[in-house]
């Protein structure tokens, strides 16, 4: 079926990414926006029609993905698993390295066939849509696309998708600005024992890899009132655990003038809510403070976790990366997490084949891995970002050296992975079981330290903290017995 839409030449007022802009910071006061509303002529638009979202990325990501699906259910929408069925597609993209970014062009690929046999609706969000290069892709090699919206402005999804089906054209709506906050867009959560619960937004540490201080704008930190008040009311509802998301979660408040609270504060109060688990993620080397261990330390709900991304062990690549610690300042706080914090379960995030990555800076790195004994990491090849200090820089190493040296490093990690589970082998240990397991006719969910452990039990386990005996250590995952 084919069926008419506006050239672009002829559609007006789109507001389109702008990198330069993007990078501005400025100590302009941040807004708390609450008067989120889904009018009435909106609330129809979905009726009778089915809507899919697919998430890309981070934590982060899967929140937003709450607020996305929650605003579609808001304007009538219900949802649906299968593109097959969709009438709605929103894609929540994230820029973080070259291969999230392929899939999700690979996604639109597909979407333009299925386009051509029935009106579906596409939409694209989240941190592609605020890269200027990616948005002149969609207008120049996707015209099949919907609506494009930025991170900074989710909240007007509703709005977004009106406009561009009123206009029959592409809508492109991306605010390349500092940020504001934004307190009341609906959730619809995706578990009801676990939840995502946001502390801050954006970013002002501007490694010169990454892209995130541009796609999400500055370092924001929601008022304490809020944070614990979603925590309390997830309580009351039964929630078991919660996430604390941010950045940099760890200079929580920094950025709040004459906020004389901190994330330590903020942990213990957290704490006080009497929520079961708490996690946080991501922290940064620079700004954990000796109180903030000792609040983990001394809080059984605040969880023996801390994802600790050291990215490099050479303090040469370290600089160029402008991470600003060192690898020794780095390996003084691991030393002192491990030895304040019992059971401290320690993962972090590598980049191998940064530019200027010498066969000696590599090797830094595998001795940092060697001296901190990760229980997991995230490993990555450096990945070019358009906009971003080091896309300048100088690279010289062939790709199939930056693999080698990815697989080098993993067989290390995985090592200590197994290493790190087959402590546990026997013991009986606490599991938030929450969903079936993979494996056919288990249960899974997390230790208090953050270890992924595949249960036999009764489906009505699902939800509850149950004492697990470990009967089997693999390098990504434990299986136990319930022992109650
Ligand atoms: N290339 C590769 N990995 C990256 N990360 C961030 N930017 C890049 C990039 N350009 C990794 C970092 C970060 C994690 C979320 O993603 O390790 O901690
Ligand atoms: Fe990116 Fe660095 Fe900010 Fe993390 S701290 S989001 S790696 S700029």
Not at 14 to 27: S, V
Not at 113 to 131: D, N, T
Not at 289 to 310: A, C, F, G, K, Q
Not at 387 to 401: H, R, Y
Request: proline share 3%; aromatic share 8%.
């Amino acid at each position: 079926m084919c069926y008419y839409r506006l050239e672009f030449s002829e559609v007006k007022n789109m507001e389109k990414p702008n990198l330069k802009d993007a990078r501005i910071r400025t100590h302009n006061k941040v807004n708390i926006i609450r008067n989120f509303k889904i009018s009435d002529e909106l609330k129809e638009i979905g009726k009778n029609k089915k809507y899919l979202v697919k998430t890309y990325g981070c934590q982060m990501n899967e929140r937003d993905s709450e607020n996305i699906c929650a605003m579609l259910e808001g304007m009538g929408y219900t949802r649906t698993n299968t593109i097959d069925n969709a009438d709605l597609v929103v894609l929540n993209t994230c820029a973080i390295r070259e291969n999230a970014h392929n899939k999700v062009f690979g996604m639109l690929g597909r979407l333009k066939h299925l386009k051509e046999e029935r009106p579906i609706m596409v939409g694209v969000c989240g941190c592609m849509a605020q890269e200027e290069v990616v948005v002149n892709e969609i207008m120049t090699k996707n015209k099949h696309v919907d609506f494009v919206l930025g991170t900074h402005n989710l909240h007007r999804l509703p709005e977004v998708i009106k406009n561009s089906i009123d206009k029959n054209a592409l809508e492109v709506e991306v605010w390349s600005k500092e940020g504001d906050i934004i307190e009341d867009i609906p959730i619809k959560r995706e578990s009801k024992y676990k939840a995502w619960v946001n502390i801050m937004y954006g970013c002002d540490k501007f490694c010169t890899y990454c892209i995130v201080p541009y796609t999400r704008g500055k370092q924001r930190s929601r008022l304490k009132e809020d944070i614990i008040k979603e925590v309390s009311d997830l309580v009351s509802e039964g929630y078991q655990e919660v996430t604390l998301l941010g950045q940099n979660v760890n200079a929580y408040g920094k950025d709040i003038e004459g906020y004389n609270y901190n994330m330590a504060n903020l942990l213990s109060d957290v704490a006080k809510t009497g929520i079961k688990r708490i996690k946080f993620v991501t922290s940064h080397p620079w700004d954990f403070t000796d109180d903030m261990i000792s609040v983990i330390r001394d809080n059984e709900n605040v969880l023996p976790y801390v994802h600790l991304p050291v990215q490099s062990g050479s303090n040469k690549i370290l600089k160029l990366m402008g991470r600003k610690y060192t690898r020794e300042s780095y390996l003084e706080l691991v030393h002192k997490l491990r030895e304040n914090i019992p059971n401290l379960c320690l993962t972090t995030d590598i980049i191998v084949g940064f530019p200027n990555e010498t066969d000696e800076d590599f090797n830094d790195t595998l001795s940092i891995v060697n001296e901190c004994k990760y229980d997991q990491a995230y490993t990555f090849i450096y990945s070019k970002r358009v906009g971003t200090p080091a896309a300048a820089m100088q690279d010289s190493i062939p790709l199939s050296k930056k693999e080698e040296r990815l697989q080098v490093l993993n067989e290390l990690i995985n090592k200590y992975s197994l290493e790190s589970n087959k402590k546990l082998l026997n013991k009986v240990v606490d599991v938030l079981i929450d969903c079936k397991s993979e494996k056919e006719g288990m249960l899974s969910g997390y230790t208090s330290n953050n270890k992924l452990v595949n249960v036999c039990a009764p489906i009505s386990y699902i939800g509850k903290i149950a004492k697990v005996k470990i009967t089997e250590c693999k390098t990504w995952s434990l299986d136990g017995v319930l022992d109650e």
